[in-house]
């Protein structure tokens, strides 16, 4: 089993960037593709971007194409996402997962309050 802590989130001004991280407690962290999801009040979750096992492939959704950019290290079981020009519609709790949608593991998510 794969336990993961997001950390980074907080409350940031419209424009502004945040680097959320994902703490993996298992050397198997590099075994497994990494995605960061989020889920904004009254929405369902909703991919933001991916990345494979090795690092050297990434995707992401349309809404934050050119702002943000997922990352890891597998020397330190960690990955992140880094957020620029945040807006109001990115507003939500992030979540990190590893090894899928259905059968993989979740963290509990960390708060990105966007506002002025």
């Known amino acids: 089993q794969v336990q993961l802590v997001e950390s980074g989130g907080g409350l940031v001004q419209p424009g502004g960037s945040l680097r959320l991280s994902c703490a993996a407690s298992r050397r198997l962290f590099s075994h497994y593709a990494m995605g960061w999801y989020r889920q904004a009040p009254g929405k369902q979750r909703e991919l933001v971007a991916t990345i494979t096992p090795s690092g050297g492939s990434t995707n992401y959704a349309d809404s934050v194409k050119g702002r943000f950019t997922i990352s890891r290290d597998n020397a330190k079981n960690t990955g992140y996402l880094q957020m620029n020009s945040l807006g109001s519609e990115d507003t939500a709790v992030y979540y990190c997962?590893?090894?899928?949608?259905?059968?993989?593991?979740w963290g509990r998510g960390t708060q990105v309050t966007v506002s002025s």
């Open positions: 997962n590893v090894g899928g949608v259905k059968l993989g593991y």
